[in-house]
């Protein structure tokens, strides 16, 4: 294996410092299972490494009303979390499928984020939660909504010296409902496909909706046309008929060793539908 | 880059000079001379190099090996008890034909404690997600999974929570 410098700094400012010091040589890592795989295959050149895991402030996970996730939060306290699982299922259901067991132990969620694999599971869900990303750097601090982030893949609007340091989610209102669907192989794969429903109800019409698909454009997208055309009807079999034939339009993938570029189209209309359903049935 | 790291292997103090890019497996494999973990894919995908580190598993072909300084790491070596025995996820691996070819055991063993050290009545769902992250090229799985649970009968009968 290719050798790197590996440091270990406690504190924000001691990681911006060290990336400065390593300019154009170094890179940030959180859990690691994603970028040591491509280091190895030589996907990733990177001559020093700069490890988040010892900046505490960055693990916790908090509930202020809405969601805090610091983004060294680990997949598996995010999986286990029962008030996540109770208000925003959605995100619990990306999260328990999203690679496997050993993976979860060691992954953090703004690990994910950061690769952006526009196959990454927790990012649909995250997507229709309308959550918003604080980036800090050493020129300070700003907000992003999850929407703007992702500019290609493997692509983020962050300079090199940022670091990703919180995902805040709202609090949850009554009447909503959240679901995650995932096509894979089995269910751990790459996702081929994957999508996420937010709705919120009065009665029977929409007041509210938020859909998002990923693997299917080269970044994860959010289908505002599509959320417009949904708000203010009900949900019967012919508008999702429609939302289906809206979504097969509105995606542009491509074919891999997963799957081809006409299976991906069909199914990012199949799985957007299924979870409009979906999450149709969670609402409280 | 380099530097002495110190962490309990096995329930011993141990530390060793070791260089900034090795993962934990070639530390395992290489300077304690641990062989039991193995390396597959070396890409995170087949689980035979699972160990546990403070209570639960990770694949560490892809641990970099500063990040263990100060921790727990329990191998398949440290299963073991006194004069050699076994422990009995492991008996229950040898009874019920949950190894075969043997190469994917210390990985899948590690797997079944990690679900074990927190139920000791698994659903066969839960075994089967427990070992998700473990592949398997002889058994199919079945015999796998009958081992799981009749090691859970066995940790249960032993020592009675």
């Known amino acids: 294996m290719k050798k790197f410098d590996y440091y270990q700094p406690e504190s924000l400012n001691e ?7 390593n300019e154009g040589r170094a890179r940030y890592i959180a859990g690691g299972t994603d970028i040591i795989w491509r280091i190895k295959q030589g996907v990733i050149k990177a001559d020093a490494l700069i490890s988040l895991r010892r900046i505490r402030p960055l693990e916790g996970i908090t509930r202020n009303g809405g969601l805090t996730l610091g ?29 496997n067991p050993q993976v979860r132990n060691v992954a953090t969620v703004g690990g994910n984020l950061c690769n952006g694999a526009p196959s990454a599971d927790s990012v649909p869900p995250l997507m229709v939660l309308e959550a918003v990303l604080t980036i800090e750097g050493p020129g300070g601090r700003r ?43 089995v269910s751990q794969d790459i996702a081929v496909v994957n999508a996420a429903a937010f709705l919120v109800m009065e009665g029977k019409i929409c007041r509210k909706c938020r859909l998002a698909v990923g693997a299917v454009a080269p970044v994860p997208l959010r289908l505002t046309n599509i959320e417009e055309m949904v708000e203010g009807r009900e949900i019967d079999p012919e508008l999702l008929d429609r939302v289906g034939e809206m979504v097969e339009r509105a995606v542009s ?12 189209r069909v199914m990012s209309g199949v799985l957007v539908k299924r979870a409009i359903q979906k999450a149709h049935k969670m609402v409280d | 880059m380099k530097k002495v790291i110190q962490f309990t292997l096995n329930g011993n103090e141990v530390s060793a000079e070791l260089e900034s890019h090795k993962m934990l497996l070639e530390v395992l494999r290489d300077t304690f001379e641990m062989t039991g973990t193995k390396e ?8 035979t190099c699972t160990v546990i580190i403070d209570g639960v598993s990770i694949k560490s072909c892809l641990y970099p090996v500063f990040e263990v300084e100060g921790k ?31 190469f994917c055991s210390p990985g899948m063993i590690l797997s079944a404690k990690a679900l074990l050290d927190e139920t000791w009545t698994p659903s066969d769902n ?20 009958d081992s799981i649970r009749d090691a859970a009968t066995r940790l249960s009968n032993q020592d009675p929570k």
């Open chain 2, 40 to 47: 597959g894919c070396g890409q995170g995908e087949c689980g």
């Open chain 2, 126 to 145: 839960e075994i089967k997600r427990a070992i998700s992250g473990n592949l398997c090229r002889c058994t199919g799985y079945v015999q796998i999974i």
């Open chain 2, 72 to 102: 727990s790491v329990t191998t398949i070596e440290g299963l073991v008890g006194e004069g050699g025995k076994l422990h009995p996820i492991q008996e229950a691996f040898v009874e019920k034909g949950g190894i075969q070819c043997g």
């Open chain 1, 15 to 21: 990681a911006y410092r060290l990336m400065e010091e």
């Open chain 1, 71 to 99: 983004s060294m939060a680990l997949f598996r306290n995010i999986e286990k979390d029962s008030s996540i699982a109770r208000d925003y299922p959605s995100l619990t259901q990306a999260v328990s499928i999203l690679a």
């Open chain 1, 253 to 264: 993938p491509i074919t891999d060793v997963r799957s081809t570029e006409n299976w991906r």
């Open chain 1, 143 to 185: 907000e992003v909504p999850i929407g703007n982030f992702f500019t290609g893949p493997g692509q983020s609007c962050m300079d090199r010296t940022e670091i990703l340091t919180q995902i805040k989610i709202p609090k949850k209102v009554f009447n909503s409902g959240s679901a995650f669907l995932k096509k894979g192989r």
